[in-house]
Structure formats: structure tokens, C-alpha cells
């Protein structure tokens, strides 16, 4: 119940001159244009810090893969799918979580973003069936793939490379 004996859902009409109704429902109309003005303002710039964050994750990813000079096309590619995968707002991936920094993000982002597109990793769960899969074969199958992943790394990467040895994160 809303006012004394008034149900809440109830319209209480005021009797106003027309004048100031008019008035009243033209400032209404300018702040509706003006909210949707400011609401349109903080969309573009929103999407202007994605833009510029997806950038800087590539940058990380790139950065990372260290790739040789003959590979820096499939570096840039994998740093730019990366990026595109790992950062999607609100999805929970690695790429929006706040409780790393940058390159350790863009490393755990590539090494998954390599581990299904460039190992066997889907297709021996895929042999498993995946309604099958237990947590044992998908280990199994995870550190295999982290075994791929290596040498994929080694393979293209540059001969100094600094991302080269055990004490990378594991995934």
C-alpha cells in the first residue's frame, strides 16, 4: 500500500495549467536526448579502452611469442586470435581477470589459444568422446598438448629467446 488507504500501483493525477505540463513533458523530452547523449558518449569511449586494451594484450602475446623474424606473421596472427579470444568483457577468460598482470595473462591466453589450434589437444578428446572424458584423460590430454605446446614454441621462436626454459607458467 502506498499513501493511506491508496494501493501502490495506483495513479494519482494533479491537476496543473496545460502550460506547465507542456512545459514540463519538453524538459522531460531535452533530458531524455541529453541522458542519451551522455550514455552514447560512455559507450564510445568504452569501447575505445576495449580497443586499446585488446591492443595492448596482442602487444603482451606478441611479446611473449618471440617468434623468429621468418614466423612474425604467425606471431601476429596468434597474438591478434589471442587477443580477440581472451578478452571478450565479461566472459570470464584469463584475458579480464584483474588478478595478474598483463604478461602473465597473455602468456596463459597463448599458450590455450595454441594448445586448440595448433596441437592435437581437441582431437585426442574428440578420440575420448567428450561426454566421455574424465579428469584423468583430460589431464592426460592437457599435458600432452603442454608438451606440443613447447615444441611449437621452440620451433618458431627466435634462437636468443627469453621465454625459452623451465620456469615459464605452466598451464
Request: aromatic content about 6%.
Amino acid at each position: 500500500m502506498g499513501a493511506v488507504g491508496i494501493p501502490s500501483t495506483a495513479t494519482l493525477g494533479l491537476l496543473a495549467p496545460s502550460v506547465n505540463v507542456q512545459e514540463a513533458r519538453a524538459r522531460a523530452r531535452e533530458s531524455e536526448a541529453q541522458r542519451e547523449g551522455k550514455r552514447e558518449r560512455s559507450r564510445l569511449s568504452r569501447d575505445s579502452c576495449e580497443r586499446r586494451y585488446r591492443q595492448q594484450f596482442a602487444e603482451a602475446v606478441f611479446r611473449f611469442l618471440d617468434f623468429a623474424p621468418d614466423n612474425r606473421e604467425l606471431a601476429r596472427q596468434i597474438a591478434d586470435g589471442t587477443a580477440a579470444q581472451a578478452t571478450v568483457v565479461s566472459s570470464g577468460r584469463v584475458g579480464r581477470t584483474t588478478r595478474l598482470k598483463l604478461e602473465e595473462k597473455a602468456e596463459l591466453a597463448a599458450r590455450a589459444y595454441i594448445r586448440h589450434r595448433h596441437t592435437g589437444f581437441e582431437d585426442n578428446l574428440m578420440e575420448q568422446g567428450v561426454s566421455e572424458v574424465d579428469d584423468s584423460t583430460y589431464r592426460e590430454a592437457k599435458a600432452e598438448a603442454h608438451r606440443e605446446i613447447e615444441a611449437f614454441l621452440r620451433k618458431h621462436r627466435s634462437d636468443s629467446s627469453c621465454f625459452s626454459g623451465p620456469d615459464v607458467l605452466d598451464t
